[in-house]
């Protein structure tokens, strides 16, 4: 990483200044989650070759089913999104070292490895009325039977795109397109009226 | 047949004392004869219509019009209205102005009163691109001799009190265009009003009587198989809009038509607070206030194909938050009804008035959503067609050979995708 | 006089007697409990008068019990904060409550409209189509207007609704819509049987039926047992219970809305309603049924009411409707609702079975008898009662009343049956329209389906909700259904009518039995066209009590049975939804994202003034002490062309595309090839729709042999990604390519002019700027500012140009750093319009020329398709309309008055006269050009290449102005392109 | 309001898709020998049935695939749903 990029760093939300708005209990806590880098994973999943290469390069296999999320190491996940497409996630601390594993494990054989760290804002939803929230504005079957903790899924929600990670029955952890975050906190605020909604720092 | 029993206050008058006893069918119910010489499918407005200007027009009156069910009951009783000729293309507008001079005499030329009320139709927009495109195309109906004006924001707060002029709402309302003679009519009557006067003129109107086979002989039309037996045929034209590729597929025809599904929905009714039909570019929204009182609002498609006639909830979501957040006070109407028409959405978005490739079968379809305002000029088009075997200048460029060569008539731009127009 | 005279001194299981309750009606004080409904409330004032009717301004009462209410509409609150169109029946009341009665001045109890009635002979149904055509302009002016003000009905707000309203989705094995003895023995065997299960009920309180009248359940008072099912169910994880909550309407895949009034905010953040969009794997219909009315004259008349309404006031609130009560119907309900309203204190005058053999000793029955009219005009102050077999020589008997409490039988609610496509049967013997075969996976039960009897409503939604949770895969639940002794079928086999008159069949808008006649004989025959000739059922109530009697009416009148008669279509929703609930969460941003750039609160805090770019927003300028809209966009365009200029392009689309097959796929999407790029370079790419119009256009990278990144438009970004995924999936799966969207990863800048180069090598020192080393349409990864990026040399604005792209995060970063170090330079940022202005002068297509309708040739790009005919859009363009001569074509006009300006939306016209004629063409794109110092456009006209140096009239005939223009070639600036080389 | 059972991400509402019409017409493989009328065909001639129809839906919002279903455009009931590209 190049110099002063760490401090260069800004959220999408930096302007709704919301650690000076934190505190409250409310049936709903939002808050921006801890930063991520964040990388596309493509490629075929049915070639052995491919699965060698990621297994290789994280030390643990691609996730199979819909949704699902591997955990690698500490923290960093790999979630599967599509068929062909996978999103690993990891602290911002990392600094790229994961998906450099994985890039060179990749090198000269098939899929792709494309940066999107940038690409998402991190907001979390926690308490007893989060998945009521949620439903608000989604139509994907929150009832943990049927979407338990540690799963994932790409849906829309009110105003955007989101990827829900499921981290309890109770906290939820969306990935929302960067330029929509601001609309989407609003609207996400704006929703949980109902449910006396609290920023968390 | 006996002499159309004419409409007015005297003869209302004249019902009152006699306890309204005295009041003739509007139309017959005739069996069907064994042929004619044009039988229409399709008892919308366009099909009576079509029966009425080929009687009226053209002196051919041994005509039948074949309806599956009740008069009117297709999208003449399922739409939002809405008669304008504030198109585009000069093609459209010709045909839309010359359809929109029709409405304006239709009452009297019916004795039937359509309650046609050109109230004025009125687009807003929200940004520069808007602004040039909504413009440009009012110039284009000035130079077509069609009127449009240009409306500030003060013009529009006169005109429409209840839209929301705030420059802080999401997609603030920068100016908007009239066509001031385009209104609204009554749906209904309109299919009523043709009929009573087709019929007047000698046109069998047999409800009841759904077309099952189209009779083809060495390339020509004979007749048509119907659920009320066999009905012989000099000409068939077939104006059966939102129906059109089911009829047409009967001659071993395949359109570039797909049906679907459009939206709209009533209020409870109020007392008059808005008198102008207004169209939201941002939200494709367009919403007027029926004689009744009730609030008309009408979207865009479902968007795939289908025939259901029951819309989505997630459009009337769209529909009813744009009305809600561009006419404020609506919020806090409920809504009543509402309801699904089915479309032939062209492949174009411009409507197909044409011969087919059988001798003796045209067809008027293809309406996209401006079937209704289409109406007058669509039946006035197919008589002539069928009348003189050969379209009129008017409806020349609805052919169906534009979609082979080309020269197809997209009035948005957005291409060979049904639902994209 | 007492504040509530019609209040029985005990009884009421809805209301409170010990927390009284102050309302106001009509501008009068008046007094009720903690649990009434409005209506009950004004029942028990004595209020009869409540509302007038839409047509003839008739006095109208309060005819029912619940949704079903035609007559009583109410609007509540004041002025412009009004609600409008509110039954009576619905309304809880509560203290402060304001309500007036709707469509009448000055009040409903004296309101001047009624004279309309009067002339009431002269307006028969459809009266309006048969005149007001002359004179042709007074129907605009006079006849409408009139007709509109006479017509409508509540009172229209002026002020939007600032409630709080909220809506849920959710999924379930199994809604139960309705919450009386049926549904709520349905829902309490699939929750037994381990099913999901929703129960919603739109009263306030389970129980259905039992509300209105008591009946017994098991060995216990029906209520209790529904109590005690209630608080099993309330304990269950797997159930959830709405109250006040109406199933509106039932949708594909079994979606069922449901409208549950909330109650605003009687605790903080409750919304007034919360819309629920339920997901249902099964669905129990067991919506009730609705008790019909009588035809007779005068049955209009306030104090006329469904005698299970009026039973259901004495049972529920305590309150009589009337004092002396005659009680007529065609079915066994008439005894026990005589019972159940003497037993609350009503003097019972008469019951009068309109069937000849019935009968009951402790009652003033009078069998084979029916009311024949209604006595009084502003309420009821008597019946006539009359033999229903119509033998000669009989009297009349005149009973006085203040009630007559009518029982026309039952219309089960097949409304969702219907909606989920459903079929209907008639069955011709007991007179009931049911529900036939099921169109979802839906079951009807009780009322709903025709089971009138309380042990059959129990049994059959006990079998519905056992057969609802094994369709959704749960065994069969413990238990056996509750039982009840009353097995009494209340069928009424015959529809009734009498004598003459005024017959009111649809109460809200005046359609009397005559109106029906009248179009029947005047060929509207068809149920449809009778509902629509009439308005018959169109009202609010959706005629949930009229349309019965309407069929039968219609049926007789064009002599066919009513099984071929039809029923007209049930539309959703059943009862009328809040608009603000269908909007909520929808207005604003929660409609339309606003989205924006890493770079826009510096934006924003600079003062810009911002445009829309789809749901973007960008700067469009930035205003300038001292200086109008144009100057500080020429003062942006002068600065940029003279020295350097930088410009968010944070917007625009980008995709990485990697793979073995990248560059072949690249050369299919694109009309020009792509194929043939070196690594680190880049090429302008013309994409096409299939029908051979411009779709977008952008640049293309190559980083690598198999790796590329390329833009497209801020507005086709989403298309054009689609666009991708389509062909790679569909049309050549064999291509291993894999497109991921990079937009919202990188942020980018644009520095131009001929100061960028200089400003460039200072803030990335790494970086080899000269022309040699970094050459137009390279790209280069490099650290600026400090911050890794990648640059691109490339140009919009016809000067050297760079743009430089850096991952969002550290956008805002990348701006602020390059505008300090670009002090020194004089560094300007520009917005949009600027941008604008020099991409016209440099000929530039957007999709002001890239309509939808354009070819490349007509764009003068023609020379970009390659020759090969696979590629996306090529074939189109052989077709003979697309390379016809005389197609519009791009040209450049400058106008000749250097102080002219163009405005919007300008025709292009071969006289200045404005006068109707087929123009030349159209304007796509126009500005002022500070750099030629005069107003230039861009336009489509017909063969416009070869008008070159002719002069045309750049026209707007809505603001009136016209100007004479030069036709020239599209470039107006820099030609030959020497500026980009820097 | 459609639910449709995507393969890769289970049932979701209709409006996390984009529809994409007709998977009933095929490109021509080689567009440049094939007539203007096999051309046009591909372009605008499409099935519009009243009852079973297999067409292309994009999951937008979801696994981003394409999906061929068969769907009755009357009933709309539901056949079998597969991605386009296995």
Known sequence: MADGATEARRSALAGLDLGSRAGGAGGVLLGEGPPRESFALRGPADDPAFARAVETGLGA???????AVAEIGADALLIRLGPDEWRLTAPLSDDGRIAARLASALAGGRGALVNVSSATTVIAVSGAHAADLLATGTGIDLDPAAFPPGRAARTRIGNAQALVHRKAEDAFELHVPRSYARSFWDWLEARGREFDAAVAL | MAAMQRYSIFSLLRGALSGHRGWQPAWRAPEPKSSYDVVIVGGGGHGLATAYYLA?????ANVAVLERGWIGGGNTGRNTTIVRSNYLLPENQRFYEHSLKLWEGLSRDLNYNVMFSPRGVINVFHTDAQRDYWIRRHNGMRYAGIDAELLTRSDLARLVPALDLSPAIRHPIVGGVIQPRGGVARHDAVAWGYARAADALGVDIIQDCEVTGIDIQAGRVTGLQTSRGPIGAGRVGLAVAGHSSRLVEMAGIRLPIETHLLTATV????????????????????????????????????????????GSPARLEDILSAACEYFPRVSRLRQLRHWAGVMDMSMDGSPIIARLPVEGLAMTGGWCYGGFKATPASGWCLAWTLANDAPHALNAPFSLERFRTGAVLDENGAGPVAWGH | MRRQPFRAAEGGHLIDRSEPLRFDFDGHRQEGYRGDSLASGLLAAGVRIVARSFKYHRPRGVWGFGSEEPGAMVATGVREEVRPNLKATEIELADGLMAFGQNAWPSVAWDLGAAVGMA???????????????????????????????????????????????????????????????????????????????LADENVRFGGGLLRAPGEIGESDGLAWIDAAIGELEAMANVRLLRRATVTGYYDHNLLLVAERAGGDAAPGTPETRLWFVRAREAVIAAGAHERPLLFAGNDRPGVMSASAAGGYAHAYGVLAGQRAVIAGNNDSIYAVARLLRGAGVSIAAVADARAESGARDLPCRPGRTVERALGSRRVRGALLRRTDGRAGDRSERIACDLVAVAGGWSPAVHLHTQARGSLSYDEERGLVLPDRPGGANRSAGAAAGRFDLDGCLAEGWAAGVAAAAASGHERPAGEPPRSPDRVAGDAPVFWRIGAGKQFVDLQYDVTAADVELAAREGYRSVEHVKRYTALGMGTDQGKTSGMAGLVLLSEAIGRPVARTGTTTFRPPYTPVPMAAMAAGLIGEGRDALRRTAADDWHEARGAVFTAAGLWRRPSYYPREGMDEEEAISAEVREVRAGVGIVDVGTLGKVDVQGRDAAAFLDLVYANRISTLKAGRGRYGLMLREDGRVFDDGVVMRLGENHFYLTTTTAQHHAAMQHMEFLLQTVWPELEVYATDVSEHWFAAALAGPGSRALLGEVAPGLDVSDEAFPMMAVRAATVAGLSALVFRMSYSGELSYEIAAPADHGLALWTRLLTAGREHGLTPYGTEAMGVMRIEKGHVTHAEADGRTTPDDLGLGRMVNAGRRSIGRRSLDLPALCRKGRQQLVGLAVIDPEARIPPGCQVAERDDMRPAAPLGHVTSFCYSPTLGRAIALALVENGRSRIGQTVYVASPVTGLAMAAEIVPPVFYDAEGTRLRG | MLLIPCPFCGDRDETEFAYGGDAG???????????????????????????????????????????TVERDTHTHELGAVRLSRP
Not at chain 2, 56 to 60: A, P, V
Not at chain 2, 274 to 281: G, I, R
Not at chain 3, 153 to 179: C, E, N, Q, T
Not at chain 3, 181 to 193: E, I, N
Request: charged residues 20%.
């Open chain 2, 267 to 310: 209020s409870e009714p109020v007392k008059p607070f808005m008198d102008k039909v207004v169209s939201v570019a941002a939200a494709h929204v367009y919403v007027s206030q029926t004689d009744k009182g009730e609030v008309l609002i009408g979207g865009t498609l479902d968007g795939y194909n289908s025939w259901s006639q029951r």
């Open chain 4, 25 to 67: 017409t095929e490109r021509p493989a080689d567009p440049g020998a094939a007539t203007d009328e096999a051309w046009t065909d591909y372009l605008c001639f499409h099935d519009n049935p009243k009852g079973p129809h297999r067409e292309f839906w994009f999951h937008r919002d979801g696994c981003r695939r394409w999906l």
């Open chain 1, 61 to 67: 296999g691609l996730p199979q089913q819909p949704g």
């Open chain 3, 120 to 198: 009431g002979n002269v307006l028969p149904a459809g009266f309006y189509y048969k005149t007001f055509m002359w004179p042709p302009r007074w129907w605009l002016a006079l006849y409408e207007p009139v007709l509109r003000r006479m017509a409508g009905f509540g009172p229209a707000p002026s002020a939007p609704d600032g409630a709080f309203y909220a809506k849920r989705r959710m999924h379930a094995d199994v809604l139960v819509a309705g919450g009386g003895p049926a549904g709520v023995a349905a829902a309490l065997a699939a929750a037994r049987a381990g099913a999901k299960v929703v």
């Open chain 2, 56 to 60: 009226r027009n053209h002196g051919i």
